[in-house]
């Protein structure tokens, strides 16, 4: 028998936890809106749980981002809100000295975080700052990048190899009218004239994760997120126990092709789950089949096959995605029948 995480069929995914930690963009909000169920099933959550929220997004700041949450029903003070740009600037002291000159890549709520450490700011490479720090900002376009480039080049030519930080590699950001490129496309086009790789704050590094822990006292945190290449890595890296929520980035075909870095304990439709019994997945002996509240899907040659459908659709993803993983096959090489992830 193979538990599906931590619980058995009578708990619920947080029993045990001591902290929630929440991903925004695709798990409680899109854009400017609330995504259904998420407002009510965390504020259930904080009745008896601490609940902070980390977000890789840059471009705003902790208070701006908490006055949004209130807004959408949830009771959040800034204190509560781990941002990007909070986990950089931890990096970035280990880096300069105290009161050092940074070029800053990015928007307010960047900025913001960096001045509050003590450092002093320019947008100007011919300043010769320090260090560099870069984060997403909508604002953000190729003279931003191109000074960000000369700072690091010029530094270089100079015999000095001056830190870059960036605040998180996110290829793309889900906003109101779809999705869009992240902070990862912009520090991919300074990489490229650059030569080098930044220092990384954001999921999927372990940064960011340590400064909410830290902050929040968790002994036993439970994160929640939409995206298996950064949140649910990310976790991964930190030792935390992760959930996937169906509401974001990634659906059901992304999560059954997971690797074993970025595989979530928990697969939740919607938010109001957290709070629902999660069952157990019972593999068979020969380990080919797995078996969730009903619903059994067997590994046969090259083929996946559903056995049983179960009467919930979330179970019949999880127990293909238990006997896929299961295989050590990658997605590749197997046959997978659309209907268990395009009928979602």
């Not at 991903?23 to 904080?46: C, E, H, K, Q, T």
């Not at 109001?272 to 019994?277: A, F, I, V």
């Amino acid at each position: 028998m193979l538990k599906f995480g931590r619980k058995t069929v009578t708990s619920t995914p947080l029993d045990g936890v001591d902290v929630v930690l929440a991903d925004l963009d695709g798990v409680v909000y899109a854009g400017p809106s609330a995504i259904p169920f998420a407002v009510d099933a965390l504020n259930r959550a904080a009745e008896t749980l601490r609940v902070g929220y980390i977000t890789n997004n840059a471009s705003r700041t902790d208070q701006s981002v908490a006055d949004h949450l209130t807004e959408l029903g949830l009771a959040v003070a800034a204190a509560d809100v781990v941002t990007s740009p909070q986990a950089a600037v931890r990096l970035l002291a280990d880096q300069v000295a105290p009161g050092a000159l940074i070029l800053v890549i990015g928007g307010d709520g960047l900025v913001n975080e960096v001045e509050k450490a003590g450092f002093l700011v320019t947008r100007s490479a011919d300043d010769k700052p320090a260090a560099v720090i870069q984060g997403f900002a909508p604002d953000v376009g190729w003279a931003h990048l191109a000074e960000a480039s000369f700072a690091l080049n010029n530094a270089a030519a100079d015999g000095a190899e001056i830190p870059w930080i960036a605040t998180n590699t996110d290829w793309t950001i889900p906003v109101a009218r779809g999705i869009a490129p992240g902070n990862g496309t912009l520090v991919s086009a300074v990489h490229t004239a650059v030569g080098r790789l930044p220092i990384v704050a954001g999921k999927p590094e372990v940064a960011i994760f340590t400064e909410a822990t830290n902050r929040f006292g968790a002994s036993q945190a439970l994160f929640i997120g939409d995206r298996l290449d950064t949140d649910i890595l990310g976790a991964n890296r930190a030792g935390i126990p992760s959930v996937l929520v169906l509401t974001g980035i990634d659906k059901a075909k992304q999560v059954l092709a997971a690797d074993a870095a970025s595989r979530p304990q928990f697969i939740l439709d919607d938010l109001r789950q957290l709070h629902e019994p999660y069952p157990e997945t019972v593999m068979s002996k020969d380990g080919s089949s797995a078996t969730v509240a009903g619903a059994t899907v067997r590994i046969r040659g090259n083929d996946v096959e559903v056995s049983a459908e179960g009467d919930n659709g979330i179970n019949l993803l999880r127990a293909a995605c238990a006997a896929i993983w299961a295989s050590g096959r990658p997605i590749y090489g197997l046959n997978v029948p659309e209907r268990l992830y395009l009928d979602r």
